[in-house]
T-cell receptor
Framework: DAGVIQSPRHEVTEMGQEVTLRCKPI?????LFWYRQTMMRGLELLIY????????DSGMPEDRFSAKMPNASFSTLKIQPSEPRDSAVYFC?????????????FGDGTRLSIL | DQQVKQNSPSLSVQEGRISILNCDYT??????FLWYKKYPAEGPTFLIS?????DKNEDGRFTVFLNKSAKHLSLHIVPSQPGDSAVYFC???????????FGGGTRVLVKP
């Protein structure tokens, strides 16, 4: 079975540009999570969805960040405009119905570099 | 404020010996704990978990111990193998269920 698929794997862009990260969760999983990993802050939850509805976006750092889940098989995380401090590895994860206490399955991440 | 802490950033162990990774938490509302393993350029993969109603959970070479009074958990890997060399993250969730709070990770190196 395919795991969580993220694209692109690497993104290098200049400050001020719009960045869109994409995620396809595991089929049948009702929960989708976006994380960011940096040296300073470690792995932190940005936002999560249940059945395509955003449940908690308290981890989204600024209004420059937005996330959508138009359907059960696709989600995007957008940064506009991007800044050098947004450079990090961004992970998407999904978990099954009854997400509580269900392990989350992670994609391999998008390494984002903002110049 | 770091609610989940892994105070040892790295650990080196000889193949065949025991690896012990530690994790401390401060939030008494946490009731479910997980360990994830991460290789370079890959996402974290789930390893083992424990509910707060238990104090031990075992899965093959991996055992997690939970001491609720001390707000401390540990992961034991016995015997350690070179393929276990990775970064290990401790994570916790509480009443919110789905939100995981991660520790900073411990890099384990198993020497042949």
């Amino acid at each position: 079975d395919a795991g969580v698929i993220q694209s692109p794997r690497h993104e290098v862009t200049e400050m001020g540009q719009e960045v869109t990260l994409r995620c396809k969760p595991i089929s049948g999983h009702d929960y989708l999570f976006w994380y960011r990993q940096t040296m300073m802050r470690g792995l932190e939850l940005l936002i999560y969805f249940n059945n395509n509805v955003p449940i908690d976006d308290s981890g989204m750092p600024e209004d420059r960040f937005s996330a959508k889940m138009p359907n059960a098989s696709f989600s995007t995380l957008k940064i506009q405009p991007s800044e050098p401090r947004d450079s990090a590895v961004y992970f998407c994860a999904s978990s099954p119905r009854g997400g509580q206490n269900q392990p989350q399955h992670f994609g391999d991440g998008t390494r984002l570099s903002i110049l | 404020d770091q609610q989940v802490k892994q105070n040892s950033p790295s650990l080196s162990v000889q193949e065949g010996r025991i690896s012990i990774l530690n994790c401390d938490y401060t939030n008494s509302m946490f009731d479910y704990f997980l360990w994830y393993k991460k290789y370079p350029a890959e996402g974290p993969t789930f390893l083992i978990s424990i509910s707060s109603i238990k104090d031990k959970n075992e899965d093959g070479r991996f055992t997690v111990f939970l001491n609720k009074s001390a707000k401390h958990l540990s992961l034991h890997i016995v015997p350690s193998q070179p393929g276990d060399s990775a970064v290990y993250f401790c994570a916790a969730s509480g009443a919110a269920g789905n939100k995981l709070t991660f520790g900073g990770g411990t890099r384990v190196l198993v020497k042949p």
